[in-house]
């Protein structure tokens, strides 16, 4: 009888802390002032916590960024799962911090380094999708009165934006 209920209670936890969706959302934008790209990326802490265990990493590296090798290392995984490219010029982009929320989430705030923007931005966003095959990412794009939506999934990871009257 114990072990039925030893079985059954971690069937039970399994289920509560397992998630059957996997999504992360970007907010991009184009400053014409400062010529950079802002971005702010949500991953849910969950998922993060599990990759960071195996690659030997802690969410507490995230929350203390200076001379942190673990938050170089994160920093550039996270990068390579998010690049952007203007025309045919790769966008050199780097975290400028991040925040773990108790809802959950971690946010990692992305700042390129000057460039000018372009008619056609390529974004390639496969945060997550070579861990969780069913991971589906979201961006959405606000440049002077444009606002654009993108949909990044398992095979489609790669979106363009076309502007407007850039």
């Not at 090798?69 to 994160?74: L, M, R, S």
């Not at 969780?132 to 606000?142: D, G, R, S, V």
Request: with cysteine.
């Amino acid at each position: 009888m114990k072990n039925i209920l030893l079985i059954l209670f971690c069937g039970l936890q399994s289920l509560v802390f397992s998630h059957d969706f996997y999504f992360s959302f970007a907010e991009l934008e184009y400053n014409d002032i400062s010529q950079r790209f802002e971005s702010t990326v949500s991953v849910s802490s969950h998922d993060l916590e599990r990759i960071f265990y195996e690659k030997g990493w802690s969410i507490d590296d995230l929350e203390n960024e200076s001379n942190n090798a673990n938050f170089e290392a994160i920093s550039q995984w996270v990068l390579n799962q998010y690049t952007l490219t203007v025309g045919e010029q790769q966008v050199d982009l780097s975290i400028i911090g991040c925040e773990i929320e108790l809802t959950g989430l971690i946010y990692f705030y992305i700042e390129s380094k000057p460039i000018e923007i372009g008619d056609l931005i390529s974004v390639k966003f496969n945060l997550l999708m070579d861990e969780f095959p069913e991971q589906q990412n979201k961006l959405t794009f606000y440049y002077r009165d444009q606002t654009i939506t993108k949909s990044f999934l398992q095979n489609a990871f790669v979106q363009e934006i076309k502007l407007e009257n850039s």
